[in-house]
């Protein structure tokens, strides 16, 4: 339970930085800038995922490097993608298709109900697809399993 709580705490501190990045750069470029909404968002999704691969591999699951580097910035990529779906799909019905297009509510849906449903995605993507424990040796057996802070 420990290593669970760990690992649900170091996963919200990344996301938290990630998120600041995240909030900053949508508000800079989309009040700024006057880059358009859905834009502003992607651009400042792809910062964050940058921000939030760095912490998740070498913070939140740094114990689980079974996956090549490569492999998991590919799944990590993919899985924010579908992160920045959600996110990008809440913005959308609020501005678009509901009409709410002022500052507070393109941050209440693309920040706030967005980034809250994309993160519960993540976090189950990030722990049971992107970051895999490391493969087991064929003379192993799951009794002879010890992992230390493991669920």
């Known amino acids: 339970m420990r290593g ?46 940058g921000v939030s691969w760095l912490g998740s591999r070498y913070f939140t699951f740094r114990e689980l490097g079974g996956r090549s580097k490569r492999q998991e910035a590919v799944l990590f990529g993919l899985t924010n993608l579908v992160g920045l779906g959600i996110a990008a799909g809440c913005l959308f019905v609020s501005h678009y298709v509901l009409g709410l297009t002022s500052a507070f509510a393109d941050n209440l849906s693309g920040n ?18 992107v970051f895999q424990p490391p493969a087991r040796s064929s003379g192993q057996t799951s009794g002879d399993r010890t992992t230390v802070g493991s669920e």
């Open 112 to 129: 706030v109900v967005g980034v809250l449903l994309g993160n519960l995605f993540r976090y189950f993507a990030y722990r049971f697809v």
């Open 4 to 49: 669970v709580l760990r690992r649900l705490g170091s996963f919200t501190a990344v996301g938290t930085v990630a998120f600041v990045v995240d909030i900053m750069l949508f508000n800079i470029l989309s009040s700024g800038f006057g880059v358009a909404p859905i834009l502003s968002k992607i651009i400042s999704v792809a910062a964050a995922t």
